[in-house]
């Protein structure tokens, strides 16, 4: 049955809570859980479902994003027919006109052979069962089926996520924010389901009435016109746009029953594989609920951290609630606590950085942090 659709990855995410994290890279090529990026999740759901062709619609500073995909063989998409298409490494950020990326594109949908879109992003981690949702939306004869998940309003992860105003026939009558009240709410999971012609058509017609540039918006607010309805998604979601809610997903990854949910209830979450050593525990060394990836040497104690490929941890260092991406280096002695270090980081030995599970501190890409206090001949000097 899913040899009838096309997996549309739109990558116009909003990344302006994750900017320190984001600078040098996507959203949906942000590390997680040591050796995954996020994309993995959502391109994932598509292939254990059955899909095909996959259309990835980039956005800006796209070069990781590229190596991480290459030519899809991790998700057996390098196929001689469909496979996996990248559009778009244009250098103009274009996180609300997604229709104009569409319609200069648009003989990709023509040439595409799949009468059913799936259009996602990549920012909501789930392992969900679209083959199920596809079929709903084909016995429903919606023009459009929204994948939603209700949650209550006050939490943090799903803060400015659209939410579905639903009538007893599970029709959407509107849509607007979640603003954090203590409420059940329900969000929509930025999963759509419409068929091929239907998205053309909405796409014209965004251009046509020139008051919309992006997609999702134009068929939101006429939902007076289209027959939008819902498919509801039961199991463990997270929706990345923020530094607080990155760091509260990795956190959660640690628990065995969301991590065995995560990564192995409806097929398996797939990523690039890297050839690289396995991780040196040294007899000093002490691990406690951590996940350690391939090619670390670990001498020092973690405790509740992700460590991502080739981490060098020193004797005496500690390490607590923490995400460390590749290639860093933590010195002897140093302490952190609630801290994600991006990739080539260096710690020098004796500094602390201690932060807060709402406010972790976050050190950018390449940074050098330094002990402004080292010993030298039996005294301190700056």
């Known amino acids: ?70 030519i899809g063989k991790p998700w057996d998409l390098n196929r001689r027919k469909d496979g996996l298409f990248i559009f778009n490494y244009s250098l103009n950020n274009s996180i609300i006109n997604d229709v104009i990326q569409f319609k200069e594109n648009i003989e990709y949908f023509y040439k595409n052979k799949g009468d059913y879109v799936i259009l996602a992003s990549s920012r909501m981690l789930c392992n969900i069962d679209l083959e199920k949702a596809a079929l709903y939306h084909e016995k429903s004869k919606n023009d459009v089926t929204v994948i939603y998940k209700n949650v209550k309003g006050d939490d943090e992860t799903f803060l400015n996520c659209d939410v579905l105003n639903i009538d007893e026939n599970n029709r959407v009558l509107s849509v607007g924010k979640i603003i954090g009240l203590n409420c059940n709410v329900n969000i929509s999971m930025d999963i759509l389901i419409m068929k091929k012609d239907f998205l053309i058509e909405c796409i014209y017609k965004s251009i046509e009435n020139g008051n919309y540039s992006s997609l999702k918006n134009y068929i939101y607010n006429n939902c007076n016109k289209i027959n939008i309805g819902v498919y509801e998604f039961k199991g463990y979601l997270s929706c990345i746009n923020s530094i607080r809610s990155y760091y509260k997903t990795s956190m959660d990854i640690l628990d065995t029953d969301i991590r065995e949910e995560l990564f192995f209830k409806n097929g398996k979450i797939y990523t690039k594989s890297n050839n690289s050593p396995p991780t040196k525990y040294c007899k000093e060394s002490e691990v406690k609920n951590s996940i350690i990836s391939n090619g670390c040497i670990i001498k020092g104690s973690i405790k509740n951290s992700i460590l991502s490929r080739s981490v060098k941890i020193d004797y005496d260092t500690i390490i607590e609630d923490s995400i460390i991406f590749g290639n860093c280096v933590i010195g002897k002695g140093a302490k952190l606590k609630n801290v994600i270090l991006d990739k080539n980081v260096v710690v020098e030995e004796g500094k602390n950085l201690i932060g807060d599970k709402k406010f972790p501190v976050v050190i950018e890409k390449g940074e050098v942090v330094k002990n402004l206090y080292k010993k030298a001949e039996g005294s301190y000097k700056a």
């Open 1 to 70: 049955m899913f040899s009838n659709y096309i997996g549309i990855l739109n990558l116009n995410e909003d990344e302006s809570n994750l900017r320190s994290l984001s600078l040098n890279r996507p959203l949906a090529s942000i590390p997680i859980y040591g050796r995954y990026r996020i994309i993995d999740f959502i391109l994932s759901n598509l292939v254990n479902a059955g899909v095909k062709s996959v259309g990835i619609f980039a956005q800006t500073y796209s070069r990781s994003l590229m190596d991480h995909l290459g």
